[in-house]
Each structure stands twice: as structure tokens, then as C-alpha cells.
């Protein structure tokens, strides 16, 4: 009998956020779930060492790192049910997180599931003070100035309405995804590493008709502190790039067109902070690498067309507003360094 669930943990050498991640799993995982974790060419194999003490999972070894988006891609190869999720190495799964996402997957034009995914640890108002759940995510969310955000992002849960509904896309930190359909539209673009390839996915699925579903119920922790901690100019240059991939590659000629001043106001606001904090060209590096990559670009453009669907942008989720306002209160993402377990993240 096939899987009920395939879970997908790309893995770089963090082998103690891997073990926490992989007994939580198997403690909360449903029954018929299988676990595969692709160490991304680890120094000396250490997550696939820490993964094989657990005889429930499957390792697969990469002979060369290719970053999150090629381990992610070879993990969702080698699964064998028909929902995949991907999972971070830095996160922690709850009891019921998967019984109340998988049956959204009932409506064969459900693509994909985010859960609630929740800040760990949680964040403690005060001395004394019993802590409280503040969100990571609930779902990714699209502007149409070219900015993509994550959708309740550092707000507490009792701030933010908690209910099921169809969202622009899931972060891969934790999304549930069917298997057919990241078959269907390409899975995870490989030339981005990582960062902002949950966006680039999200506009593919959404164009080809599928739709995205966020489930309040389902509950993932994950360790924000986890992140690099400092700035690191290589990985500000990747985001940066591939924000701006995101912004030529996927939205429709005529959204380009409207969205092209609001979308130049930003670029110019970004730099502005990144200029302030002493991070100016990294991200000017990253912009005009993405602008260069023309027949690229163009070439990705073409190949949408096979998807079918339509080029109706609002239907996907795209929001009319050209940003988000609030910025990193309403989570701009790539605005904080995320864990290397997305390597090179």
C-alpha cells in the first residue's frame, strides 16, 4: 500500500534541529507516512548519521549540495504518496498537524496547504507572564508592486483572524503540496537556490488553475531563532535576486505594464533601507543580475503557456495594492536570513 503522506526534510548540516525535527514527526506523524530527508551533501554525511537512528526514515545522499530548491526537488522525486510535505529542519510538527490538512486535498483542485506555522519559542510578554503563540505564517501572500509577504507574520494569534481560507500560496518551510501537480508545473525553480522559491511555485500553481488553502488547525513550530543572525551579503545578493526574478517571470504582460511604476517606487524604498543599513550593494548586485538573465527570463515565460489556465492575476491571489504597507510587521519575505537548512539559506 502506497504512503498516505510523504514528508521531504532537505537537510544541512544542523543535525541537533534534525533530530528534534525528526521525533517530532514521528511522535505526531499519521500512520502509513513516510519520511525522507536528502542530506544536501552534509560535511561527513552528518544528517543523513542522525536521520539513520530512526528506522522510520529513508535518507538520501546528495554527492554535491545543491541547495533547497535541488534537494527539495530530488526528495519530491524519491516520494511515493500522493501529498508531499516540506518540511524545514528547524521545525517541529504538532499532534493533528496533518489530519487537518490532508482532507483539503479532496477537492482535486487543491494544490496546496499551509499550516499555521507558529513562532518557536514562544515569545513571553513578561517576568512571570505565561507565553503566548506568535505566528510565523499563515500563508503567503503576493503584492502586485512585486513584493511578496507572509500573511499574519509576528502578529499574536489572538490578533489575526484564524480562519480556513483560499490563500496566493504555502511557504516551504512547512507546506503540504500534491505531487502531481508539482509535477505538473515544475516543482522548485533550481536556479534560485533559495528564497522566494515558495513564490515562484505559488505563481505557477495558481496559474494553471490549482488553488491553495490555508488550515488554521494544522499547527508547525518553527525555530525563528534558528536563522543566521547576521547579514550575510552573498545570501542578501540571492534574495534580492531572485525577488526580482519573481516579479518578470510570473506576472502577465498586462500586470507588468500596470504594476511597473509602483513596482520602480519600491525597488527605490528598498534601497533606501538597504542603504541605511550599510547593505546597499548586494542588493543593487542582486536586482541587476536578475535583469541580465533576459533569455532566461523569456525562455520561463514561454514555457507557461503549457500550464493552460489564464493570465487573470487577481483570480491567483495577487493583491491590487502594490505593497504590503506594513512591511516586516506583515512579513516581507527575505527580510531576515532563514535557516541553512534551505541551503544555502
Known amino acids: 500500500m502506497p504512503p498516505s503522506l510523504s514528508i521531504v526534510i532537505p537537510s544541512y548540516n544542523r543535525p ?14 499519521p500512520a502509513a507516512t513516510e519520511i525522507v530527508v536528502v542530506d544536501d551533501a552534509s560535511p561527513g554525511g552528518v544528517a543523513g548519521r542522525v536521520a539513520s537512528a530512526f528506522a522510520a526514515v529513508r535518507t538520501v545522499y546528495l554527492p554535491r549540495r545543491l541547495g533547497f530548491c535541488g534537494a527539495a526537488n530530488r526528495g519530491i522525486q524519491e516520494a511515493g504518496a500522493a501529498v508531499v510535505e516540506m518540511l524545514n529542519d528547524d521545525t517541529q510538527v504538532t499532534a493533528g498537524w496533518a489530519d487537518t490538512a490532508l482532507p483539503h486535498f479532496q477537492d482535486a483542485m487543491v494544490a496546496a496547504v499551509a499550516p499555521l ?18 505566528i510565523d505564517s499563515a500563508g503567503d501572500r503576493y503584492y502586485l508592486g512585486g513584493v511578496a509577504g507572509k500573511r499574519g507574520h509576528r502578529r499574536p494569534m489572538d490578533d489575526f483572524s484564524l480562519r480556513s481560507c483560499r490563500v496566493f500560496g504555502a ?28 513564490v515562484d511555485l505559488a505563481f505557477r500553481l495558481n496559474r494553471a488553475g490549482y488553488r491553495v488553502w490555508f488550515e488554521p488547525a494544522s ?28 516579479f518578470w517571470r510570473n506576472l502577465p504582460a498586462a500586470a507588468l505594464t500596470r504594476a ?17 543599513e550599510g547593505n546597499l550593494l548586494p542588493f543593487l548586485a ?17 514555457g507557461l503557456r ?3 489556465g489564464d493570465d487573470d492575476w487577481r483570480s491567483w491571489g495577487v493583491e491590487a495594492r502594490y505593497w504590503g504597507g506594513a512591511g516586516a510587521e506583515e512579513g516581507a519575505k ?8 534551505r541551503s544555502p539559506r
Open 16 to 29: 541537533e534541529l534534525l533530530r528534534a525535527c525528526l521525533e517530532a514527526v514521528i511522535r505526531h506523524a
Open 260 to 276: 511597473l511604476p509602483a513596482h520602480l517606487a519600491v525597488l527605490c524604498a528598498k534601497a533606501c533601507r538597504r542603504w541605511q
Open 286 to 302: 542582486g536586482r541587476l543580475r536578475a535583469l541580465i538573465e533576459v533569455r532566461a527570463l523569456l525562455r520561463h515565460r514561454a
Open 334 to 341: 527575505g527580510t531576515s536570513g532563514s535557516p541553512p537548512t
Open 117 to 134: 506555522v507558529l513562532c518557536l519559542p514562544p515569545t513571553a510578554p513578561g517576568a512571570g507572564a505565561p507565553a503566548f503563540a506568535t
Open 219 to 246: 499547527h508547525v513550530l518553527h525555530h525563528v531563532s534558528g536563522s543566521y543572525g547576521r547579514t550575510d551579503r552573498r545570501l542578501l545578493a540571492q534574495q534580492s535576486c531572485n525577488e526580482e526574478r519573481v
Open 171 to 198: 511557504s516551504a518551510s512547512s507546506g503540504f503540496y500534491r505531487r502531481d501537480a508539482l509535477l505538473h508545473v515544475g516543482a522548485f525553480p533550481e536556479s534560485f537556490g533559495a528564497y522566494f522559491e515558495d
Open 306 to 308: 503549457r500550464l493552460g
